[in-house]
């Protein structure tokens, strides 16, 4: 039993799980602490270090081989380090080799928080049997990864597929990245939410200006709300499409909060879709929901993890 158990970690900025997870994607025991995103790198590793020390403590550690990390990024995989955008205290930090240390020699997998989604979802969620994928989450930020030939394509770094920094826009507003109309400058929930209070979109008694609130507004038929939807669709369409065109994908599949908008977002992103999805070989791609949900970065880590490993081949169907 348990034999291929391996020990996974979702670090973002606001939250670090940690689970164990069997070969079945299963999850046996978890782990959290809160992102100390505003205090020193130490500090923010020892959050991290208490989580591996909760699952330490489970009478199941023994049998984890592996671990698996999915960070928000970027991240460099190849040099086993993290520079989390939302983390100010972890510019190049070696966190590969200080889980290693902590787990004691474990191998360790590192991946972008977008490629793990999209490992977690070829396994276990909406692009199970696809073998030419692109997932997305679309919340806060825009990322997302890719699956190619049967196989999560993380690429050298660990960052390969990530969407929310293409341009869709060349003449459109500067980005905090440095390049101008990035998907994620028009399709991202904040930027959904900006739009529409820009355009005069007035929030309800509850002062709510966030996306999820655009979206209650849109599906109610407000029509600075519906706009601003449609516009984030368009931005994510040209994404998709490019995506598509370049390396023949046959599925997006799109999770995070904004996707949880559900038809508000999905029917215009469908629609328009096929404006921008024009040649033969891209006209049958489809675009779902994502359906690992809140678990989507722990699956993820350990698919990453489990690949990793000779005699497992759960996650590399
Ligand atoms: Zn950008």
């Excluded at 909406?126 to 690429?155: E, F, I, Q, Y």
């Amino acid at each position: 039993m348990h034999t291929d158990l391996v020990a996974a970690l979702d670090i973002g900025g606001t939250k670090i799980a940690g689970a164990l997870v069997d070969g079945d994607g299963r999850i046996l025991a978890r782990a959290q602490r809160a992102t100390p995103a505003q205090q020193d790198g130490e500090t923010v590793m020892r959050a991290v270090a208490e989580v591996l020390g909760d699952l330490a403590g489970s009478p199941l550690w023994g049998h984890a081989r592996s671990v698996g990390i999915g960070s928000a990024g970027p991240v460099d995989a190849s040099a086993g380090t993290v520079s989390p955008v939302n983390v100010p205290g972890w510019r190049d930090f070696p966190l590969v080799d200080r889980v290693r240390t902590i787990t004691g020699g474990l191998p360790v997998e590192l991946i972008g928080d977008g490629v793990a989604i999209t490992a977690a979802e070829h396994w276990q969620g909406a692009a199970r049997g696809h073998d030419n994928a692109l997932c997305m989450v679309v919340s806060t930020g825009v990322g997302g990864g890719l699956v190619l030939g049967g196989r999560l394509h993380p690429g050298p770094t660990g960052n390969a597929g990530h969407i929310g920094h293409i341009s869709v826009d060349l003449d459109g507003d500067p980005c905090p990245c440095g390049s101008r109309g990035c998907v994620e400058r028009i399709a991202s929930g904040p930027n959904i939410a900006r739009r529409a209070l820009e355009q005069g979109w007035l929030p309800g008694p509850d002062g709510d200006t966030s996306a999820a609130a655009v979206a209650v507004a849109a599906r109610a038929g407000d029509p600075v709300a519906v706009a601003s939807f449609e516009r984030a669709a368009q931005a994510l369409a040209a994404g998709i499409a490019a995506t598509a065109t370049l390396v023949e994908i046959d599925i997006a599949v799109i999770g995070g909060g904004v996707a949880n908008a559900g038809d508000v977002l999905f029917t215009p992103l469908r629609k328009t879709l096929t404006d921008y999805a024009t040649l033969s070989f891209v006209q049958r791609l489809t675009v779902v929901p994502a359906q690992t949900g809140t678990d989507a970065g722990l699956v993820g880590a350990a698919a990453a993890a489990l690949t990793r490993l000779p005699d497992v081949q759960a996650a590399s169907h």
